[in-house]
């Protein structure tokens, strides 16, 4: 069973890259961060104070989420378009601090994997956490001006503004007490900034079959 970790601040090039290496590998993709945005969107839906932990939580438990390549649907809804939202944007790394969210969905993503027979999982703590035994653990980073470069091209917005976004929200995923974002030693590092996304997706194919055939 092939496991590929991608972890990395956002507008790193993990989607993206996920993506396309999943179809090279002939397996399937899974955005955790999706998840988390999923939960947040639910809270959002019931009006729920996102710091009530126990009260986030258990809407985390009881929710439903389909997820496939290019839809979430939460409890029914389709909310593929509100989760990328500037709503759940900036309210997603609260949410992403409660520890009782995260054993939830940590647990959700173990048995996706295992339900579809591996894959590749991009997040903030799949490397460290989530899967620290994967086949190969990524950690996919690109200078700040470039990530706010492709949120900017992908949803709009002023470079500057998205830029201290996504400052703001990397310092909340980084310092959090549980799993934050941090790079592991056993983990290779791409700077995504000035290289193709085929060229990445290339690299990091020659390491699996290298992982695989040292096995
Ligand atoms: O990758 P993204 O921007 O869609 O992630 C949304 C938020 O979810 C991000 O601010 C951090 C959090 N997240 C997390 O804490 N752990 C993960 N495995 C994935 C995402």
Known sequence: MIV???DGPAGAGKSTIAKA????????????GAMYRAVTFAAMQSGIDLGAECEVAKLARDCTMELSDDTIIVNGVDATQAIRGPEVTSAVSTVAMNSQVRTELRERQRKWIADHSGGVIEGRDIGSVVFPDAT???YL????LV??????????GNVDEIALAIAVRDAQDSSREDSPLILTSDAI???????????????????????????
Do not use: H
Not at 21 to 32: F, H, M, N, Q, S
Not at 147 to 156: E, H, L, Y
Not at 189 to 215: G, M, P, W, Y
């Open 4 to 6: 590929v970790a991608i």
């Open 21 to 32: 290496l999943a179809i090279k590998l002939g397996v399937r993709y899974l955005d955790t």
């Open 136 to 138: 190969l653990k990524v």
């Open 141 to 144: 980073t690109a200078s700040p």
């Open 147 to 156: 990530r706010a470069q492709r949120r900017v091209a992908q949803s709009g």
């Open 189 to 215: 590092t791409i700077d995504t900034s000035s290289r193709s996304i085929q060229e990445v997706v290339n690299e990091l194919e020659q390491f699996i079959a290298q992982k695989i055939s040292d096995e």
